[in-house]
């Protein structure tokens, strides 16, 4: 689905990412993983078209344009940003009519994109009238998830979804992620809190230092002191 | 969509409601009064409503967009002198000049604002601001045309055809029209995909961006609808002053519409009216304080904005505790439910 070949990215002077090679396939949770400044946030920014990067990036076949986000959303391929972006002055129905922003605000097709978000988030119907500013970080992730979904995206990159957020939502929000990526949904996961991400990943790359230190099977990891090597490798 | 008759009569069932809508109500009923009472106060609502065309237009670019503009006054002398000139000199009727002059300022909004959008916050502030001052100096140099600083005079009134509002409380029923679309519009792009669009990229581009929006192609064309509302309230105020000189679209212009946007509400769709009313008859308030009017007067903005940051628009946190759920009458949270209700 998604193919990641030799992308890099700078920042200045400073290489925030070098050469990387990343596949995310149909059906597939993949994770990356790996310590602060490693180089994850940059990653899916370039993926996205928000950073200036070089090397390639198809999907589904074709290639990916390096600085258009817009064109790449349109494409399908639909992000929800570290520190969740959601627009905190609007109230949760206006954010989700964002998300189905390409198809217009109203519609049967809407309505039906709509239903499926509530009912993966129920928490968001009773709020659909509240600013999205004065939610819980918890419900903000989830209006984050659900936005992005009324996108209706054929692949779902996340950035750090866990970020400040209590386990009992964190798991919530990550088995609902589960759920949607065994109906199909590709997701790419950006995650610092590796033992979470691999409970759900079919596979993940680790990244230090801006390049892949490792590629790993979850489950053929027997402890994490052998996914902290990568960590500072 | 829930429509702003049923949005207003929903809001206005609360009592609590009245109260919050309570300076956009007294602006109403100050413009009123102008119309019954006549007199000096007729010119002073005259010049708030054409002010609050104008700072619409900001509200749009400023406060939905969250982008920076000190340049707006441009618009409005491009389409002011346009008007001006094409009426005295060449004996055009007042709409078609009007139109004209709109014209211009679209041409230039969409001529400037593709390369200068591209810049962002302070940088695109100085940018703007250069537009303006380049504007200015155009309007007194270019003696020809504009008559420099003599200016022009005779300008004839609003007026269709053979009909003239020649009356000071004919024009001020015409303004009064004028904002009420001007507001409407407001509400109705607020309300849009276009107006989610601005609001959004306002909060994070880069989130807009990863959902599709066109953040380059928005961003100007927010530039040039608001330039259109800027432009419309240049013309209005030839027309009605009947005077035109590069005074009139100076900065004075700017510092105004920026006081009336904050004072008034920014981002809120009433907000113009609000602060361009209370601008306008706040000194008045004042006068009687003779040498120590313009003291109080900038102590009672600065008690405004510090008491009430997001303008007399927002004052219903002071006694709610809590942030507005509907700082904007233009909100329809209802939207959602609707699209829900009506799958079949």
């Known amino acids: 689905m998604l193919d990641v070949k030799q992308l890099s990215a700078r920042y200045g002077h400073v290489e925030a990412l070098h050469l990387i090679d990343l596949t995310v396939g149909a059906n597939e949770l993949v994770a990356v993983l790996g310590p602060n400044g490693a180089g994850k946030s940059t990653l899916l920014r370039s993926i996205m078209g928000l950073t200036s990067s070089s090397g390639r990036v198809t999907f589904a076949g074709t290639a990916l344009p390096r600085r258009s986000a817009s064109a790449i959303a349109r494409r399908g391929v639909v992000l929800v940003p570290e520190g969740r972006g959601i627009f905190a002055p609007m109230t949760v129905a206006e954010n989700l009519q964002l998300g189905a922003y390409q198809i217009g605000g109203g519609g049967a097709e809407f309505a039906a994109r709509l239903q499926h978000v509530l009912s993966l988030f129920p928490r968001l119907k009773e709020r659909l009238s509240q600013t999205a500013g004065s939610m819980s970080g918890g419900e903000q992730q989830m209006l984050a998830v659900g936005r992005a979904l009324m996108a209706k995206p054929k692949l779902l990159m996340l950035d750090e979804p866990s970020l400040g957020l209590a386990p009992k939502v964190v798991a919530e929000i990550m088995e609902t992620l589960g759920r949607l990526n065994a109906e199909g949904l590709p997701i790419l996961l950006v995650e610092q809190k590796a033992p979470l991400a691999l409970k759900f990943a079919h596979r993940a790359y680790v990244i230090a230092n801006g390049r892949v230190?490792?590629?790993?099977?979850p489950r053929e990891i027997k402890s994490y002191d052998e996914l902290a090597r990568y960590y500072f490798s | 969509m829930t429509s702003l008759p049923a949005t207003i009569f929903r809001e206005l069932r609360d009592p609590l409601n009245l109260v919050r809508h309570l300076p956009t109500l007294l602006a109403v009923g100050l413009v009123l009064y102008?119309?019954?009472?006549?007199?000096?106060v007729v010119a002073l609502a005259g010049f708030a409503?054409?002010?609050?065309?104008?700072?619409?237009?900001?509200?749009?670019?400023?406060g939905l967009g969250g982008q920076a503009s000190f340049g707006h006054n441009a618009f409005a002398a491009i389409s002011g002198y346009t008007s001006a000139v094409l009426t005295t000199s060449y004996g055009w009727e007042t709409l078609p000049a009007m139109g004209v002059g709109v014209l211009g300022a679209v041409t230039l909004a969409v001529i400037i604002g593709y390369p200068t959008l591209r810049l962002k916050g302070h940088y695109l502030a100085m940018a703007t601001l250069a537009i303006g001052l380049i504007v200015y100096e155009i309007a007194v140099q270019w003696q020809s045309v504009t008559q420099g600083y003599t200016g022009i005079s005779g300008i004839p009134p609003l007026g269709i055809g053979k009909w003239e509002a020649a009356s000071d409380r004919a024009q001020l029923i015409v303004l009064s029209l004028i904002v009420i679309l001007a507001m409407l519009s407001a509400w109705r792009i607020r309300n849009s995909r276009f107006g989610r669009a601005l609001v959004a990229f306002s909060g994070s581009e880069d989130a807009a961006r990863a959902l599709g929006i066109d953040v380059a192609r928005y961003k100007l064309a927010a530039f040039v609808v608001s330039a259109v509302y800027a432009a419309i309230a240049g013309s209005l105020l030839v027309h009605i002053v009947g005077f035109v000189s590069p005074e009139v679209f100076g900065m004075s212009m700017v510092i105004a519409g920026f006081t009336m946007l904050y004072v008034g509400g920014i981002g809120a769709v009433v907000g113009p009216l609000v602060g361009a009313v209370m601008i306008n008859l706040l000194p008045e308030t004042f006068r009687g304080?003779?040498?120590?009017?313009?003291?109080?007067?900038g102590v009672a903005l600065i008690m405004i904005l510090i008491y009430a940051p997001g303008g007399f628009a927002s004052?219903?946190?002071?006694?709610?505790?809590?942030?507005?759920?509907?700082?904007?009458?233009?909100?329809?949270?209802?939207?959602?439910v609707n699209a829900l209700e009506a799958k079949p």
Do not use: C, H
């Open chain 1, 213 to 217: 230190a490792a590629e790993v099977n």
């Open chain 2, 34 to 40: 102008a119309i019954v009472a006549g007199g000096y």
């Open chain 2, 49 to 62: 409503l054409i002010y609050a065309v104008f700072v619409t237009g900001l509200n749009i670019f400023m």
């Open chain 2, 289 to 297: 304080l003779k040498e120590y009017q313009d003291i109080i007067y």
């Open chain 2, 315 to 336: 004052m219903s946190t002071l006694w709610r505790g809590a942030p507005s759920e509907d700082d904007t009458i233009a909100r329809d949270p209802g939207l959602a």
